[in-house]
T-cell receptor, first 114, second 113 residues
Framework: SQTIHQWPATLVQPVGSPLSLECTVEGTSNPNLYWYRQAAGRGLQLLFYSVGIGQISSEVPQNLSASRPQDRQFILSSKKLLLSDSGFYLC?????????????FGDGTRLSIL | EDQVTQSPEALRLQEGESSSLNCSYTVSGLRGLFWYRQDPGKGPEFLFT???AGEEKEKERLKATLTKKESFLHITAPKPEDSATYLC??????????????FGKGTLLTVNP
Protein backbone atom coordinates (compact mmCIF):
# COMPACT_ATOMS: atom_id res chain seq x y z
CA SER A 1 0.00 0.00 0.00
CA GLN A 2 1.04 3.59 -0.52
CA THR A 3 2.26 5.79 2.30
CA ILE A 4 3.33 9.42 2.48
CA HIS A 5 5.74 10.84 5.03
CA GLN A 6 6.34 14.45 5.98
CA TRP A 7 8.85 15.89 8.40
CA PRO A 8 9.27 17.56 10.68
CA ALA A 9 5.83 17.54 12.29
CA THR A 10 6.45 20.86 14.02
CA LEU A 11 8.94 23.61 13.30
CA VAL A 12 9.63 26.97 14.92
CA GLN A 13 11.87 29.30 12.93
CA PRO A 14 12.97 32.92 13.26
CA VAL A 15 12.09 35.49 10.61
CA GLY A 16 14.72 35.56 7.89
CA SER A 17 15.90 31.99 8.40
CA PRO A 18 15.85 29.35 5.61
CA LEU A 19 13.34 26.53 5.37
CA SER A 20 13.36 22.99 4.06
CA LEU A 21 10.39 20.66 4.43
CA GLU A 22 10.56 17.19 2.98
CA CYS A 23 7.95 14.77 1.75
CA THR A 24 8.42 11.23 0.48
CA VAL A 25 5.97 8.74 -0.97
CA GLU A 26 6.30 4.96 -0.85
CA GLY A 27 4.50 2.21 -2.70
CA THR A 28 3.83 3.99 -5.98
CA SER A 29 5.76 5.22 -9.01
CA ASN A 30 5.48 8.45 -11.03
CA PRO A 31 2.99 10.12 -8.71
CA ASN A 32 1.77 13.68 -9.01
CA LEU A 33 2.99 15.54 -5.94
CA TYR A 34 1.53 18.62 -4.29
CA TRP A 35 2.27 21.17 -1.58
CA TYR A 36 -0.66 22.89 0.15
CA ARG A 37 -0.88 25.46 2.92
CA GLN A 38 -3.84 25.41 5.27
CA ALA A 39 -4.63 28.61 7.16
CA ALA A 40 -7.33 28.82 9.80
CA GLY A 41 -10.64 29.81 8.26
CA ARG A 42 -9.24 29.90 4.73
CA GLY A 43 -9.18 26.29 3.62
CA LEU A 44 -6.43 24.53 1.72
CA GLN A 45 -4.44 26.54 -0.81
CA LEU A 46 -2.43 24.75 -3.49
CA LEU A 47 1.12 26.12 -3.58
CA PHE A 48 3.01 23.83 -5.99
CA TYR A 49 2.45 20.67 -7.95
CA SER A 50 4.76 18.37 -9.85
CA VAL A 51 4.10 15.75 -12.52
CA GLY A 52 7.67 14.47 -12.71
CA ILE A 53 11.29 14.86 -11.61
CA GLY A 54 12.41 18.46 -11.99
CA GLN A 55 8.95 19.61 -13.15
CA ILE A 56 7.41 22.17 -10.81
CA SER A 57 4.39 24.40 -11.34
CA SER A 58 3.61 27.26 -9.00
CA GLU A 59 0.05 28.23 -8.26
CA VAL A 60 0.65 31.26 -6.07
CA PRO A 61 3.57 33.72 -6.22
CA GLN A 62 5.23 33.82 -2.83
CA ASN A 63 8.36 33.52 -0.79
CA LEU A 64 8.55 29.76 -1.27
CA SER A 65 9.94 27.35 -3.85
CA ALA A 66 9.65 23.63 -4.46
CA SER A 67 11.89 20.97 -5.94
CA ARG A 68 11.54 17.34 -6.92
CA PRO A 69 15.00 15.76 -7.00
CA GLN A 70 13.71 12.18 -7.12
CA ASP A 71 10.51 10.53 -8.35
CA ARG A 72 8.97 10.19 -4.89
CA GLN A 73 10.58 13.12 -3.07
CA PHE A 74 9.18 16.63 -2.89
CA ILE A 75 10.83 19.50 -1.03
CA LEU A 76 9.44 22.88 -0.02
CA SER A 77 12.03 25.59 0.58
CA SER A 78 12.55 29.22 1.39
CA LYS A 79 15.71 31.30 1.55
CA LYS A 80 14.29 33.82 4.03
CA LEU A 81 11.12 33.16 5.97
CA LEU A 82 8.51 35.86 6.54
CA LEU A 83 6.00 36.06 9.38
CA SER A 84 3.28 35.43 6.80
CA ASP A 85 4.78 32.02 6.00
CA SER A 86 3.42 30.62 9.25
CA GLY A 87 0.85 27.88 8.72
CA PHE A 88 0.13 24.21 8.32
CA TYR A 89 1.89 22.73 5.30
CA LEU A 90 0.58 19.58 3.70
CA CYS A 91 2.10 17.34 1.07
CA UNK A 92 -0.11 15.13 -1.08
CA UNK A 93 0.19 12.64 -3.91
CA UNK A 94 -2.12 11.27 -6.58
CA UNK A 95 -1.82 8.94 -9.52
CA UNK A 96 -0.74 10.53 -12.79
CA UNK A 97 -2.88 12.42 -15.25
CA UNK A 98 -5.77 10.86 -17.11
CA UNK A 99 -7.95 9.75 -14.24
CA UNK A 100 -9.86 11.64 -11.63
CA UNK A 101 -8.31 10.01 -8.62
CA UNK A 102 -8.23 11.65 -5.20
CA UNK A 103 -5.19 13.21 -3.60
CA UNK A 104 -3.80 11.57 -0.47
CA PHE A 105 -2.27 13.73 2.22
CA GLY A 106 0.53 13.44 4.72
CA ASP A 107 0.13 14.53 8.33
CA GLY A 108 1.56 17.98 7.71
CA THR A 109 4.13 20.31 9.24
CA ARG A 110 3.05 23.05 11.62
CA LEU A 111 5.38 25.99 10.90
CA SER A 112 5.58 28.90 13.31
CA ILE A 113 7.65 31.96 12.49
CA LEU A 114 8.86 34.11 15.38
CA GLU B 1 -13.57 30.01 -11.30
CA ASP B 2 -14.52 26.87 -9.39
CA GLN B 3 -16.19 27.48 -6.04
CA VAL B 4 -17.06 25.14 -3.19
CA THR B 5 -19.20 26.19 -0.22
CA GLN B 6 -19.81 24.01 2.80
CA SER B 7 -22.52 24.42 5.40
CA PRO B 8 -22.91 24.61 8.28
CA GLU B 9 -19.49 25.82 9.40
CA ALA B 10 -19.94 23.93 12.65
CA LEU B 11 -22.40 21.29 13.82
CA ARG B 12 -22.84 19.89 17.28
CA LEU B 13 -24.77 16.62 17.68
CA GLN B 14 -25.64 14.28 20.47
CA GLU B 15 -24.47 10.71 20.06
CA GLY B 16 -27.04 8.89 17.92
CA GLU B 17 -28.52 12.09 16.46
CA SER B 18 -28.39 11.79 12.66
CA SER B 19 -27.80 14.80 10.42
CA SER B 20 -26.37 15.95 7.08
CA LEU B 21 -23.56 18.20 5.92
CA ASN B 22 -23.87 20.15 2.70
CA CYS B 23 -21.35 20.91 -0.03
CA SER B 24 -22.52 23.10 -2.91
CA TYR B 25 -20.27 23.68 -5.89
CA THR B 26 -19.93 25.75 -9.03
CA VAL B 27 -17.65 24.22 -11.62
CA SER B 28 -17.27 24.30 -15.37
CA GLY B 29 -17.88 20.60 -15.96
CA LEU B 30 -17.89 18.35 -12.94
CA ARG B 31 -15.14 15.74 -13.03
CA GLY B 32 -15.85 14.32 -9.61
CA LEU B 33 -16.28 15.39 -6.01
CA PHE B 34 -14.21 14.19 -3.05
CA TRP B 35 -15.03 14.03 0.64
CA TYR B 36 -12.30 14.05 3.27
CA ARG B 37 -12.15 13.82 7.04
CA GLN B 38 -9.56 15.86 8.93
CA ASP B 39 -8.67 15.33 12.59
CA PRO B 40 -6.96 18.14 14.53
CA GLY B 41 -3.27 18.43 13.67
CA LYS B 42 -3.51 15.82 10.91
CA GLY B 43 -3.78 15.83 7.15
CA PRO B 44 -7.11 15.20 5.41
CA GLU B 45 -8.06 11.53 5.09
CA PHE B 46 -9.82 10.51 1.90
CA LEU B 47 -13.36 9.14 2.35
CA PHE B 48 -15.29 9.08 -0.94
CA THR B 49 -15.27 9.97 -4.60
CA UNK B 50 -18.54 10.73 -6.40
CA UNK B 51 -18.47 11.09 -10.17
CA UNK B 52 -22.01 11.68 -11.36
CA ALA B 53 -25.38 12.96 -10.17
CA GLY B 54 -27.37 10.28 -8.41
CA GLU B 55 -24.31 8.40 -7.23
CA GLU B 56 -24.10 7.32 -3.58
CA LYS B 57 -21.23 5.89 -1.51
CA GLU B 58 -21.34 4.47 2.01
CA LYS B 59 -18.78 3.77 4.69
CA GLU B 60 -19.87 2.75 8.16
CA ARG B 61 -22.13 5.56 9.46
CA LEU B 62 -21.40 7.88 6.53
CA LYS B 63 -23.22 8.12 3.22
CA ALA B 64 -22.33 10.62 0.51
CA THR B 65 -24.74 11.62 -2.25
CA LEU B 66 -24.37 13.87 -5.28
CA THR B 67 -26.72 16.04 -7.31
CA LYS B 68 -25.92 18.41 -10.16
CA LYS B 69 -25.36 21.29 -7.76
CA GLU B 70 -24.47 19.85 -4.38
CA SER B 71 -23.36 16.89 -2.33
CA PHE B 72 -24.54 15.74 1.06
CA LEU B 73 -22.68 13.76 3.68
CA HIS B 74 -25.27 11.98 5.80
CA ILE B 75 -24.19 10.80 9.24
CA THR B 76 -26.40 8.14 10.77
CA ALA B 77 -26.34 7.56 14.53
CA PRO B 78 -22.98 9.31 14.98
CA LYS B 79 -20.50 8.41 17.70
CA PRO B 80 -18.00 10.70 19.44
CA GLU B 81 -15.21 9.25 17.28
CA ASP B 82 -16.94 10.77 14.22
CA SER B 83 -15.98 14.22 15.53
CA ALA B 84 -13.73 15.87 12.96
CA THR B 85 -13.72 18.49 10.22
CA TYR B 86 -15.25 17.21 6.99
CA LEU B 87 -14.00 18.72 3.75
CA CYS B 88 -15.28 18.45 0.22
CA UNK B 89 -13.29 19.25 -2.90
CA UNK B 90 -13.71 19.29 -6.67
CA UNK B 91 -10.95 18.72 -9.22
CA UNK B 92 -10.12 21.42 -11.70
CA UNK B 93 -7.25 22.41 -13.94
CA UNK B 94 -6.91 21.84 -17.65
CA UNK B 95 -6.74 18.76 -19.84
CA UNK B 96 -9.11 16.71 -17.74
CA UNK B 97 -6.61 16.38 -14.93
CA UNK B 98 -7.26 16.52 -11.25
CA UNK B 99 -4.03 18.27 -10.41
CA UNK B 100 -5.79 21.16 -8.71
CA UNK B 101 -8.42 20.59 -6.05
CA UNK B 102 -10.71 23.41 -4.93
CA PHE B 103 -11.63 22.79 -1.30
CA GLY B 104 -14.48 24.07 0.79
CA LYS B 105 -13.64 25.51 4.20
CA GLY B 106 -15.10 22.48 5.92
CA THR B 107 -17.71 21.62 8.53
CA LEU B 108 -16.48 21.06 12.08
CA LEU B 109 -18.55 18.22 13.50
CA THR B 110 -18.66 17.61 17.24
CA VAL B 111 -20.51 14.59 18.57
CA ASN B 112 -21.16 14.65 22.29
CA PRO B 113 -21.55 11.40 24.27
Amino acid sequence: SQTIHQWPATLVQPVGSPLSLECTVEGTSNPNLYWYRQAAGRGLQLLFYSVGIGQISSEVPQNLSASRPQDRQFILSSKKLLLSDSGFYLCAWSVQWGSNQPQHFGDGTRLSIL
Amino acid sequence: EDQVTQSPEALRLQEGESSSLNCSYTVSGLRGLFWYRQDPGKGPEFLFTLYSAGEEKEKERLKATLTKKESFLHITAPKPEDSATYLCAVPGGSGGSNYKLTFGKGTLLTVNP
